[in-house]
């Protein structure tokens, strides 16, 4: 029997199970990728020509069991005691995950932690497509079987992310970096809403084969161990406090570079004279979560106001490193963009992140611009969703797209008189009624969930090289953490009101892959 035969024969019986897709289509973690670029550079079904067919699927939107302030995941095709689902995994602020049928909305599966604060936190699906990987708000990652939600109990897990679950919390969403057939798992923490109490934030990094984990501490790096509430300093805790990583992809990982980056917002900063405190700086770590030894990371950037940061709660680190493939020509190999709450964006040479050759190094940046929107009117509060990094098919130039409640910008990258990367703004959407969460591109349109232009909530699609408006959504509920995700033709976003909403082509359009590429109707 030939492929196509094959694929035409399981159409059928999809079919007449009231399948409308045949697909196996994966959205793994925060972002879409290691890198949390949120582009998902296989998206075929959408485009610019089709979006004024899509529908919103679940009617009102599908209510959710428990409150999600976060984004979703999604694995396609998952073997469940109800059949072959497509599924998607939602943490919500209490700490219910929950599996839930991409088709109705429906919840298939949950698994619930207790402890005394919420999170915010994504899941992240294994690589091998076996287990989900979910922070519990019991200070701990749980591991648990995709099809039916069967804890894994053995081997290591659940592992222990803090000790201080009071004052210190996994928010961000969690990171599979992978380097051939090794896979670590990269979970981050930060604090509560208003900065206090005694927690200092970390990377906990765990190798997915093995269930070993290593621990890297911003606050007292020299300790390379999971502090207690209140302990003894420089035994059992720490004295320094209040420094977390706070963006919303937590740790960002670089293929090219190999190297996890981490940035951090608030506490002191002074490994430049010899201490082991580094707050409002961006640290580079081996995806097993070391650094080069004694408490160091394999590199640094920290900007030479960092002080100034730190008096103003204008964290350097209020967002997730971002990965910027370059330009040819570029005397630059690997870039970084790193976002802070002080409305700007500093490029960042990631072989050598001050440009001073190791780390504990203060300034160096390569470009330093202000987030062409501004600011959204609160000091202190300016840069806090993760930018969608984007390469144009078309010419191969790299893309960003900074979202914040000032609006939504696109800036290309390219290189300046002496060929090193420069990023120039190429349109600009000013104003709260632009605000934005964190937007994603696929298929050559961005994304992003904020106020309609009748003043109510929806997902708006936008060209990315004008910023032209292309679809809205019909109205959703209000959103805070949460960004949405575009994966087998369909765009999922939770809100605030605990729904879910779906929107998708007619069921019947039917799109052939693997080489049989076409709409069928």
Same mark, same amino acid.
């Given at each position: ?9 399981? +159409?059928?019986?999809? $079919? /007449?199970f009231? $399948?409308?897709d045949?697909?196996? =289509?994966s ?14 550079a296989t998206?075929?079904? !959408? ?6 067919? *899509? ?10 069991a428990?409150?999600? #302030? ?12 109800? @059949?072959?689902?497509?599924? *998607? ?9 929950? /599996?839930?049928?991409?088709a ?24 091998? +497509? ?18 039916? &939600? ?12 803090? *000790? ?5 919390k996994?928010?961000? &969403? ?19 809403i ?16 093995? &269930? ?21 300093p420089g ?10 990583i706070?963006g ?26 010899? =201490? ?12 097993? &979560? ?57 490029? $960042?040479?990631?072989?050598?992140m001050?440009?001073? @050759?190791?780390?504990a190094?203060? =300034? ?30 078309a010419d ?7 979202g914040?409640?000032?609006? +939504? ?12 990367p420069? !990023?120039?703004m190429?349109?600009n959407?000013v ?12 298929n #050559? ?14 997902v ?11 679809w ?13 995700? !575009?994966?087998d033709?369909a765009?999922?976003?939770? #809100?605030?009101?605990?729904? !879910? ?9 039917v $799109? ?10």
């Amino acid at each position: 029997m030939t492929r196509a035969t094959l694929l035409r024969s399981s +159409l059928a019986v999809a $079919i /007449a199970f009231g $399948i409308a897709d045949v697909h196996a =289509g994966s959205w793994p973690q925060f972002g879409y990728d290691a890198a949390h670029s949120g582009f998902n550079a296989t998206e075929t079904t !959408l485009s610019a020509a089709n979006l004024a067919e *899509l529908l919103s699927v679940y009617p009102n939107g599908a209510a959710l069991a428990s409150s999600v #302030d976060s984004a979703p995941v999604y694995q396609g095709g998952v073997a469940t005691a109800g @059949g072959v689902k497509d599924l *998607l995994f939602l943490l919500s602020k209490n700490g219910r995950l929950m /599996a839930v049928d991409a088709a109705d909305g429906s919840e298939v599966w949950h698994q619930s932690t207790s402890g005394p604060q919420p999170t915010t936190a994504s899941p992240a699906i294994d690589p091998g +497509l076996q287990y989900v990987y979910s922070y519990g708000v019991d200070g701990r990652v749980h591991k648990y079987a995709i099809g039916d &939600g069967s804890e894994v109990t053995s081997g290591g897990w659940p592992q222990t992310i803090t *000790l201080k679950t009071s004052v210190e919390k996994g928010a961000s &969403g969690l990171t599979i970096a992978s380097s051939g057939n090794t896979h670590h798992l990269v979970v981050v923490t930060d604090g509560y809403i208003g900065d206090g109490g005694d927690y200092q934030g970390h990377l906990v990094s765990i190798d997915l084969a093995s &269930g070993t984990q290593h621990l890297f501490n911003v606050m007292c790096s020299d300790k390379a161990i999971h502090f207690v509430l209140n302990g003894t300093p420089g035994t059992d805790d720490c004295a320094g406090r209040q420094s977390g990583i706070w963006g919303r992809g937590g740790a960002t990982y670089s293929a090219a570079t190999n190297r996890v980056y981490v940035a951090t917002g608030n506490g002191t900063f002074n490994a430049n004279t010899g =201490g082991f405190d580094w707050g409002d700086s961006v640290l580079a770590l081996a995806p097993d &979560g070391t650094g080069s030894g004694n408490g160091q990371p394999l590199d640094s950037y920290t900007p030479s106001n960092f002080q100034n940061l730190q008096n103003g709660d204008t964290d350097l680190g209020s967002v997730s490193m971002a990965i910027l493939p370059v330009p040819a020509g570029s005397t630059v190999a690997h870039l970084g963009m790193q976002a802070g709450k002080d409305g700007k964006l500093r490029l $960042i040479d990631l072989d050598d992140m001050s440009g001073q @050759g190791g780390p504990a190094h203060v =300034g160096g940046e390569i470009q330093l611009i202000d987030v062409p929107q501004g600011g959204n009117g609160f000091p202190g509060d300016r840069m806090r969703e993760q930018p969608a990094v984007w390469v144009n098919p078309a010419d191969h130039s790299t893309w960003v797209f900074a979202g914040n409640g000032s609006g +939504l910008s696109g800036l290309q990258l390219g290189l300046d008189g002496n060929n090193r990367p420069a !990023l120039t703004m190429r349109w600009n959407r000013v104003g709260s009624s632009n605000a934005s969460t964190s937007p994603i591109v696929a298929n #050559d349109v961005l994304y992003h969930a904020g106020p309609c232009a009748d003043g109510g909530l929806c997902v708006t699609a936008h060209d990315p090289l004008t910023g032209d408006v292309l679809w809205s959504s019909p109205h959703i509920g209000n959103v805070h953490w949460q960004s949405p995700i !575009l994966v087998d033709g369909a765009l999922y976003v939770t #809100d605030n009101n605990g729904k !879910l909403w779906k929107f998708a082509l007619p069921a019947g359009d039917v $799109i052939f892959r693997n080489g049989f590429d076409g709409m069928v109707r």
